[in-house]
């Protein structure tokens, strides 16, 4: 398994943008599909992103669709998650997930690796 770990989170202003990172160590990185969640107070976990294990595959919620961003540098051990033009409603704790596979899921229970979260919260 790996280990991961979120940096990136903030407190911004509508429209304005932020980049989450999430480094994994351990072995294998490239084979690792990786997602992000969200967490909003009161609410579920939800899919927000994911890409596969060589970035030819990615997959975004509906809500983000053209806002956000998900990229890995398999190199680094790195995933991102570019995210503009940010609405209050993408306020929430985002969590980097991993799971040893070759596609894109988007269920939380199909994860087996999660990192600590790191809070975003967009004011208006």
């Known amino acids: 398994q790996v280990q991961l770990v979120e940096s990136g989170g903030g407190l911004v202003q509508a429209g304005e943008s932020l980049r989450l990172s999430c480094t994994a160590s351990?072995?294998?990185?490239?084979?690792?599909?990786m997602s992000w969640f969200r967490q909003a107070p009161g609410e579920e976990r939800k899919f927000v992103a994911g890409?596969?294990?060589?970035?030819?595959?990615?997959l975004y919620a509906d809500s983000v669709k053209g806002r956000f961003t998900i990229s890995r540098d398999n190199a680094k051990n790195t995933v991102y998650l570019q995210m503009n033009r940010l609405k209050p409603e993408d306020t929430a704790v985002y969590y980097c997930?991993?799971?040893?596979?070759?596609?894109?899921?988007?269920?939380?229970?199909?994860?087996?690796?999660w990192g600590q979260g790191t809070q975003v919260t967009v004011s208006s």
């Open positions: 997930a991993a799971l040893l596979s070759i596609v894109v899921v988007t269920g939380t229970d199909d994860y087996d690796c």
């Open positions: 351990g072995r294998s990185f490239s084979s690792y599909t």
């Open positions: 890409i596969n294990w060589n970035g030819g595959t990615t």
